[in-house]
């Protein structure tokens, strides 16, 4: 029997019978417990939405689109399945832990098959005749789950917006997802969506200066990281499991830790954040060439301050996708970057949105600013600065 | 200096400079890890919100209205702080927790003096020159913290329809907020507000079955108090701990039980709860004068199933205090159940909502049904039979 | 080719190239000048909008009705044909113009057979073979066009409280639509969707008193009622004629009116309405048996009035259908009044809605007051009088 | 005593006792009867909404800017007065009939003076204090009704979006009232607003080409435009007359009259309006230099088609104000095109909204697109071409 499940984004989602098993599974469940945008909630205080409900959203929009897709019905199944199973592979905190689990595991998030295999939600799948390699594929992209323009980030915008209170990221989505159809299995966009299609851009450029890399949860997440990598380091922790950890494993062992790591979570728990040293925008200092590990090590020394209390952030740019998403202009079919002045606009000013933050404990920052200033060569800060070199923005 | 903190329901909200001193207490923040509405995100994917936002938004409505109390700058900023502290008494997963702390501790989430004394918060709200037990008397109420019509369940009924998705509790906020006038301290509705009024208890009315009520939360709230009491009773819990606990505590700990508070919680982590075995209309039992425990312990043995595994719950009838509310038509002040029809129909309405639940394991259904049907001495469902006595809603 | 109209409330509507052609038609562009909710600007600035959208959102809603009706082909087209077309009979106003239309033509709204017959819209429907008679048929219902739980008011509850700003009016329209299922022809409403069922009742009863029967609405349809019909008995307007005039023309046409219909029209223009001189409860007054005309001459000649300038407003009682829609109770089909303890408590409450008024020009409302209680013998008003009998709501 | 009018934008805009007297004279109630956008409804059926609630929006915004403002009871009352009376200039149809009434008249709709001295309203004015010149100076600007950044686009951006139902209008309204402040009478916004402010802009930058410019409303109203000329032309219109008609008084009008404005007229009304012959972008074809009655003379000459069912369109750019208001960086008063890189980027892209297009008759399309073509010396549309050029947006 189908079910229904109340979501605030897309209202009544509908669930199918095959669908439900998957959403039983411990791996599903899981997703329950582990927020969707990390820390965000200590500057956003309703962004404790969790993996879960977006992935039900993923399904949501991706069995819309399957339906277009000229394939047979296992194909189908074996898109929405992946569409339920694309996070599963998130440790706690999401991408808080990502760089973590990169750096020791070699694994990313998309790596969902060895958490799949073994399991009883690998009997489900293949009792619905679905090829888990398939899914796994479809999971990596490129496909309508993730690839230049997909089901995820619809999904995930529309939805953090809606939890931050941001109300930037509200684009017409419904309107986006009736105008796609399919080449192959590639997704196109009627040229009557055109703005539409912007409009997820420029919802992506919005959420993430104020949201994604706000400065407060890049410091949380930092924090968070470095406690996480010392017990690694010291044994106390087994990184391997971490991706069957939920947020409420990971905090309860934190606090549970003596020492640094016990401190660190105790300063989260009570929002006694690190505070920024310096913060500049990405066009005076390159961050692709900063090695953050020996920059702390070095500034650290400088200042006088122990190497644990002082974070290098230097979030390293990546190419927005949607860029490279097919437009379909009068039967030619174009990239969306081609075809709009304004998503050309976008990227150029895009660049700006990454900022080198070097953040360290209040006592500290006077001292930790004097030496990064030094260590990166920062020229002072001339009078006539601009606002993104200087204010957080929000 | 003033800050904003963004809130999806009222937008930003404006946090004067002494109010952010009390915001980053512990006790504050500790809020930021209590859901709102306990376990409800098992049946509405979305209700991952927390007390802590809630006290921010009960603390915004709180601060329009006491501009137009006719009462002194002290008294103003009190009404201010009890806004944001009267949540600081909730246990981890707010009501789920609340029974054993009343049984236990014989205290409410309302009794806030003991969490202040003592602390820095303690010394906080002194500078101020705010009074302690003024604001514990406010928290108490009546007020309009705690009253007939008062700020917490205007933001709660908004807010939890908002994250469940329930449309339904969406009401005409803002205009009730603006024409509410005070008579000495008691609040007053302005005759012209009388149909946002009404929807405040029609909010309540439609939210209470479909989430408060709705019977898979009142499942996994009876199955997490029962693991809560076993622990409690067998001494590895300490009740007093309840109150300094948030949800990571409390759940981390349970995992780590053996037997069989770590089983409930491995059933509830996965959401493989109990089902029901009977749900009958309170109109058919009389809910007051069940013993829950007596009848679980007969029934139990009726069925042969451990007692453990068998829960009654028979929830009980609390007044709407919302009915007594003073309108002021044309001059006189009436109570708004004497103004309006719809609220005396929807008082009326209001009996049928509680229902009678015995919960058990899946494979035990069957046996406890019957003897609880021999137990309550049900006589059989009829044939003309109404729908809330049958079926869950949604 | 098909083509997508962009709705406020339902998104992108997309119109099929067939649909074209009849939304191309004379006479439901008309509609388009037509305002849905007559004069109810005069009270609500944002309620301008038309019949034409409106005849969109519930062509909207019936074809995905339809889709659920186990019919042909050309039923279904017929039923999406008749949703278009449900409304051509309105003459300038919408329901403002009813009664007169009713007076001297004996047709109602509903009688769209002789609108379509002989023009070149008779044949866009002959050529894609729909039956003119079928489609009026189903005008007239029941059926889900109009019926006890219909596509008509499912888009005029939600699109009037979009326009006004009168937030009651959202309910949860897409639940409903989604759990609606057919037996026969009959729509039944799936047992777990009683919620949004009543949430639909619930709209109905706020927005009655609110909008459709707010004494300002009433007073400016009522003085348009009464110069119409001067117009037409003195021989200047031909009645025929209104069932293909739009707002413009009316207006137009009264404005160029000299004497009392030009009067009427400029006081309309300028907002100087007529005032209420009583406006007292139906349960104080039986509204049945008022003879309004005999009733307007008497307490003009009482008073001392010209009796053009009385209006006596006994609006008269009709029953919600929507009581009657069909519920499927555990494979039961009950009625929804017997199955919901909230519906039994609106219809009683529903009662207390209508009023009777009677309004006049500002300098005459005490003369005509006096006369009027007389006339009607009402006792005089008691202290603990109710909020609705003293107060316009709003 | 003071009334609040519902506003399904801003909710319940509270009214004070002297602001009902200008609303309620012949001028403001006028602004009833004119759409705030023209002809764009016969795109977006939605857009019915009118230049009086406009006005009362604007007096909203602009009633709360004027507490920050350093200026005494006077003068704010005079900014609330020029908010409400700011388009009491406009002719039917508002900006549709703009050009008409600037080339007969040399009068802007801001020119509100003449329209005021003399009648009631400026008695109205006069008891309150108020000075007319001022009034009409801030209605003038730079102030905050019309300068960089005012309630007046605030208001009609939000609004405009509400009821086309195009989404991409709604921006963060009240975050950016709430971050501006006051230098001298000089609107600035601080720095955390910056977001707000670029979203402002963006909603501009989609609103121009999804409903202001979309090329059916250009049609439209270049169709009215060239009816007016013709009556005005040939006699039958008195150009003066138009500041005082509403909607209904010209399309009565142009209904009546015989020959070609009938025509026209008819032709609106049914939808059966022109098509475009070409449409291309800006980029390919200098607007500036367009004299756009000597190239219907010459195309209409060389199709062989009647010049007056021939319209070229030249819409001419005009510098967003915006992008110059003053943004508090630091302390530091900025411009926002300065401080911000998406501004910047949204500037260099807005260049190529506005399209050439010239519209015909249906079947003379083809003729006239020739004669267009070599007209404006347009070499072939290459094969990779943008689909700027091509496609109408929507």
Same mark, same amino acid.
């Given at each position: 029997?189908?079910?229904?499940?109340?979501?605030?984004?897309?209202?009544?989602?509908?669930?199918?019978?095959?669908?439900?098993?998957?959403?039983?599974?411990?791996?599903?469940?899981?997703?329950?417990?582990?927020?969707?945008?990390?820390?965000?909630?200590?500057?956003?205080?309703?962004?404790?939405?969790?993996?879960?409900?977006?992935?039900?959203?993923?399904?949501?929009?991706?069995?819309?689109?399957?339906?277009?897709?000229?394939?047979?019905?296992?194909?189908?199944?074996?898109?929405?399945?992946?569409?339920?199973?694309?996070?599963?592979?998130?440790?706690?905190? &999401?991408? =808080?832990?990502?760089?973590?689990? !990169?750096?020791?595991?070699?694994?990313?998030?998309?790596?969902?098959?060895?958490?799949?295999?073994?399991?009883?939600?690998?009997?489900?799948?293949?009792?619905?005749?679905?090829?888990?390699?398939?899914?796994?594929?479809?999971?990596?992209?490129?496909?309508?789950?993730?690839?230049?323009?997909?089901?995820?980030?619809?999904?995930?915008?529309?939805?953090?917006?809606?939890?931050?209170?941001?109300?930037?990221?509200?684009?017409?989505?419904?309107?986006?997802?009736?105008?796609?159809?399919?080449?192959?299995?590639?997704?196109?966009?009627?040229?009557?969506?055109?703005?539409?299609?912007?409009?997820?851009?420029? &919802?992506?450029?919005?959420?993430?200066?104020?949201?994604?890399?706000?400065?407060?949860?890049?410091?949380?997440?930092?924090?968070?990281?470095?406690?996480?990598?010392?017990?690694?380091?010291?044994? =106390?922790?087994?990184?391997?499991?971490?991706?069957?950890?939920?947020?409420?494993?990971?905090?309860?062992?934190?606090? &549970?830790?003596?020492?640094?790591?016990?401190?660190?979570?105790?300063?989260?728990?009570?929002?006694?954040?690190?505070?920024?040293?310096?913060?500049? =925008?990405?066009?005076?200092?390159?961050?692709?060439?900063?090695?953050?590990?020996?920059?702390?090590?070095?500034?650290?020394?400088?200042?006088?301050?122990?190497?644990?209390?002082?974070?290098?952030?230097?979030?390293?740019?990546?190419?927005?996708?949607?860029?490279?998403?097919?437009?379909?202009?009068?039967?030619?079919?174009?990239?969306?970057?081609?075809?709009?002045?304004?998503?050309?606009?976008? !990227?150029?000013?895009?660049?700006?949105?990454?900022?080198?933050?070097?953040?360290? !404990?209040?006592?500290?920052?006077?001292?930790?600013?004097?030496?990064?200033?030094?260590?990166?060569?920062?020229?002072?800060?001339?009078?006539?600065?601009?606002?993104?070199?200087?204010?957080?923005?929000?």
């Amino acid at each position: 029997m189908s079910k229904t499940i109340q979501d605030p984004i897309h209202g009544g989602i509908k669930i199918d019978e095959w669908c439900t098993k998957i959403i039983d599974s411990p791996q599903l469940q899981r997703l329950r417990r582990i927020k969707q945008v990390g820390f965000a909630n200590l500057v956003y205080p309703g962004a404790n939405h969790t993996r879960f409900e977006h992935s039900l959203g993923v399904m949501y929009i991706a069995s819309i689109l399957v339906e277009k897709m000229h394939v047979g019905e296992r194909e189908k199944k074996e898109v929405i399945a992946a569409a339920l199973l694309h996070d599963i592979g998130h440790a706690p905190f &999401s991408h =808080s832990s990502e760089n973590i689990v !990169k750096k020791y595991l070699r694994v990313g998030h998309e790596d969902v098959l060895p958490l799949i295999k073994g399991t009883e939600l690998e009997d489900v799948l293949k009792e619905e005749g679905l090829r888990i390699r398939r899914i796994s594929e479809l999971i990596k992209g490129p496909s309508i789950i993730s690839g230049d323009i997909d089901a995820d980030r619809m999904d995930y915008l529309v939805r953090d917006s809606y939890y931050t209170g941001v109300a930037y990221g509200v684009f017409d989505l419904r309107r986006l997802i009736d105008k796609i159809y399919f080449d192959a299995e590639k997704p196109i966009i009627e040229g009557s969506a055109l703005r539409a299609a912007e409009s997820l851009l420029l &919802s992506r450029f919005m959420m993430y200066p104020t949201v994604y890399y706000h400065h407060v949860c890049r410091i949380a997440r930092k924090m968070y990281e470095k406690a996480l990598e010392r017990c690694i380091e010291d044994g =106390s922790l087994d990184v391997k499991l971490l991706l069957k950890m939920d947020d409420h494993d990971i905090v309860a062992f934190l606090r &549970s830790q003596k020492g640094y790591a016990g401190e660190i979570m105790g300063l989260i728990d009570n929002r006694r954040l690190f505070k920024r040293a310096i913060y500049v =925008s990405r066009s005076r200092v390159g961050l692709e060439k900063i090695n953050a590990e020996r920059a702390e090590a070095e500034i650290a020394a400088e200042a006088g301050v122990d190497e644990k209390y002082v974070i290098v952030d230097a979030p390293q740019p990546e190419e927005a996708k949607e860029l490279k998403a097919v437009v379909d202009v009068d039967g030619q079919q174009l990239k969306l970057e081609e075809v709009s002045p304004l998503v050309r606009a976008l !990227k150029e000013a895009e660049r700006d949105i990454l900022q080198l933050g070097v953040y360290t !404990k209040k006592e500290y920052v006077d001292a930790v600013a004097k030496a990064a200033i030094r260590y990166f060569n920062i020229e002072r800060i001339p009078k006539q600065r601009r606002l993104d070199e200087v204010l957080p923005i929000w």
